[in-house]
Nanobody
Framework: QVQLVESGGGLVQPGGSLRLSCAAS????????MSWYRQAPGKERELVAAISSGGVTSYPDSVKGRFTISRDNAKNTVYLQMNSLKPEDTAVYYC????????WGQGTQVTVSS
């Protein structure tokens, strides 16, 4: 099994930045892809960024150019740098690992408001 713990959420003004972290532990050798998802109230959970074990990244158009996913293999941690935040980025952000199985973190709240 893989355990994931997110941190770094909070309240930020429009145009501001936040960096989320996701620390992985357990059977990390089984992880292939690490992803960030978000879920706003009343909406479905959506993918916002993914990174493969080889470092290939992907983003939906809604965040491309504003969000950057990266991973520090030595620390078993994945980051999501979010810049130029908008009110519509407000959501609970979840980390997910995919490999022999799929695992989710508990989520961290991001609120973008003035």
């Amino acid at each position: 099994q893989v355990q994931l713990v997110e941190s770094g959420g909070g309240l930020v003004q429009p145009g501001g930045s936040l960096r989320l972290s996701c620390a992985a532990s357990g059977s990390i050798f089984s992880i292939n892809v690490m992803s960030w998802y978000r879920q706003a109230p009343g909406k479905e959970r959506e993918l916002v960024a993914a990174i493969s074990s080889g470092g290939v990244t992907s983003y939906p158009d809604s965040v491309k150019g504003r969000f950057t996913i990266s991973r520090d293999n030595a620390k078993n941690t994945v980051y999501l740098q979010m810049n130029s935040l908008k009110p519509e980025d407000t959501a609970v952000y979840y980390c997910k690992s995919s490999g022999y199985g799929s695992y989710w973190g508990q989520g961290t709240q991001v609120t973008v408001s003035s």
